[in-house]
């Protein structure tokens, strides 16, 4: 159990958590389990502890706090166990800020019944995406758009409120300049300028904003949105009231297995909100590779492949 150590303020998440941390604790279900509970206490210390937590052989390691978190723990996993079959399972329980994942995934948003869900509920296999050597469970993004809304600061969404955040980096793109880019895909290529690429392995991101329509985790494919250049800010606006590019003319869509990017000039692509800097990358799905405990039918997954 992996538990980000700005995360417990969270109202009776430090009570419920040091209940849980006995040496054996019995589920609803009976079943009897061994906590090894952690908190970082630095930045990135979630991908380390969860690579030793993997490589010690661990059936299940729970995230407890954002996306950011998750994605140093899948990382981690990645990095400790290598082989398919020795990666534990992952249980997510979302006390982040945005927490896209969660929400998009139906996890529970109550503290107790995302922790029951975390130490009992099922595992079905869900796929990751990589860049370069970097995974990522949920989406990755980069471009103008991305860094005008990064570039804020973070006390302004709790100010203005989301639909007015995002207003605000919108309203920046025309002091901005787009990226040129040239993918490649397995079956198709374009070259342009763009204010946004997004890889989404799920669909949602950006704190709340649906911007791969009809991804799912487990459909062996990620998903392309890419955000022209020539869209001005009033063929934005759907993304501003209704929280989605689905609506929005001339957003680029393009499912794909394997992607060759390159761009003109070093940009940051954000992985589940973990930055890294690049210019060319190769992006690629990793079908199946990790077992991720979600609840019977959640909206991510194309069918309920319940892992035996």
Known sequence: MITHGRKLDTPGLRQKLERLSRDRFSTANDVEVDLDARVTEAPHQAWGLAAQAADRGVDRILAIGGDGLVNEIVNGILEGAPSRDERPELAVVPVGTANDFAYAADLPPELGAALALALAGPARAVDLGRVNERYFLNVASGGPLS???ASMQPNLKGLLGEVSYITAALLKLPQ???????LRSEDWSWEGRAHALIVGNGVRGGGGFELCPGALVNDGRLDLSIIPAELDFSAMLPLVTDRSLERIDGVIYRPFTELELEADTDFTLNLDGEPTVLRRAHVEVLPRAIDLCLPH????LQGPRLVA
């Open 147 to 149: 860094d005008a809304a």
């Open 176 to 182: 901005s300049e787009a990226m040129s880019l040239r």
């Open 297 to 300: 039918g959640s909206s991510v």
